[in-house]
């Protein structure tokens, strides 16, 4: 490999699983610099953003593997490309998924651009997905796969990944199931192997998020409504406090209305949101029809390969991140708007979230639920 010796820039979060993907690739003979992203400026402090810990787990990591370290602020980018985006969406009353924005613009676009700009021939991320080419009639296609360790899966998250960014891409533990990859860091004397899954995105952290969100979009009350029959049951702070499908928050719980099987007054959930009265829609039970979808329409879409895939076809689809695939099939397609239509009714899908479409374990991509 001296001779051939490619160089790979890996984006280092400061968890095992990018760790162990730059490990992995020096092991397999690549050049490997490592490069440490700055999504978030406003707020970062020790309390609710972790970035400074991070960068100092990267630090360490780059130690250990003998690879040098980059770090490079893309918060400009993200403010742009991203969090604008994300209070756009809840400004109209939907519910957004910044992470699969934060993928296609920055973490394959921003980030891509700026490596290929240092001369790399490929970047590398810890995401547990894989990327397969294969020749077809009009050249080489690449896809994308589910991981082999289907409870890690992240190619929901990574739907917007166009062939360009693909091609480019790297993910060196796709493959690999995680205990085996926290084992792997272990044996390799890399203090992050036992380190806490960060869970959601930086700049909510683990503070209330309503808290979070009142600093960008101020509160706006208004009456909670029941869906059936138009009846006021309390009051909202704000349509965009809430999400299609919630239970918790909404302090209706002592408004009494239909029973379950034992007698007890059923939970009340959102089911939509009136934005010309500023109402927030809400009904009683589970499984109330309200809640309820055999048909969803999305928007704004994108697909892997480039083009759409056929109607009138078996494929599997999720509405949210933690879901087991759906059995559907296409009705109708165009370039603005898919229908899918689902063998059992989906469960209270949000707009603004994504619907992503698979064919057995390849991503064939997706867009946003009206």
């Known amino acids: 490999m001296a001779e051939l010796q490619k160089t790979v820039i890996v984006g280092m979060s400061g968890g095992v699983d990018s760790s162990v993907a730059a490990m992995l690739l020096k092991r397999a003979g690549w050049k490997v610099i490592g490069l440490f992203m700055k999504n978030w400026e406003d707020d970062d402090d020790e309390e609710y953003c972790s970035s400074r810990r991070d960068l100092v787990d990267v630090a360490s990591v780059c130690d250990v593997l003998g690879i040098e370290l980059e770090v490079v602020n893309f918060s400009a980018e993200y403010k742009e490309r991203v969090f604008a985006e994300f209070l756009r969406e809840y400004r109209a009353g939907r519910t957004p998924n910044p992470d699969v924005l934060c993928n296609a613009e920055i973490k394959f676009r921003a980030f891509l651009d700026h490596a290929l700009a240092m001369g790399a021939d490929r970047i590398a991320t810890g995401h547990y997905a894989q990327v397969r080419a294969f020749e077809s009639e009009t050249g080489i296609v690449q896809q994308l796969l589910k991981a082999e360790d289907g409870s890690k899966d992240q190619s929901y998250f990574l ?57 960008y979009l101020p509160p706006a009350p ?149």
């Open 159 to 215: 739907h917007r990944l166009n062939q360009r960014q693909l091609a480019a891409t790297l993910f060196p533990i796709g493959h690999l199931y995680k205990r085996d990859v926290r084992r792997m860091a272990a044996d390799a004397g890399l203090a992050v192997h036992d380190k806490k899954d960060s869970t959601g995105i930086c700049f909510i952290g683990e503070r209330p998020f309503k808290e979070f969100l009142s600093r």
């Open 222 to 370: 208004g009456d909670i409504v029941s869906f059936d029959d138009r009846r006021a049951l309390g009051r909202h702070d704000g349509l965009m406090y809430y999400t299609i499908g919630q239970r918790k928050g909404l302090h209706i719980g002592g408004v009494k209305g239909m029973q379950d099987a034992t007698g007890d007054h059923e939970a009340w959930f959102v089911a939509g949101k009136d934005m010309v009265r500023n109402e927030l829609l809400v009904v009683q039970g589970h499984d109330h029809p309200a809640l309820l979808k055999d048909k969803i329409f999305a928007t704004d879409l994108s697909w892997v390969a480039g083009r759409p895939p056929h109607t009138n076809w078996v494929y599997a689809a999720k509405t949210r991140y933690r879901q087991p695939d759906a059995p559907c099939s296409i009705n109708h397609i165009d370039a603005n708007k898919v229908e899918m239509e689902f063998a059992e009714p989906q469960w209270a899908p949000a707009p603004g979230q994504s619907l992503v479409v698979y064919e057995s374990k390849v991503c064939l991509g997706g867009g946003v639920i009206e």
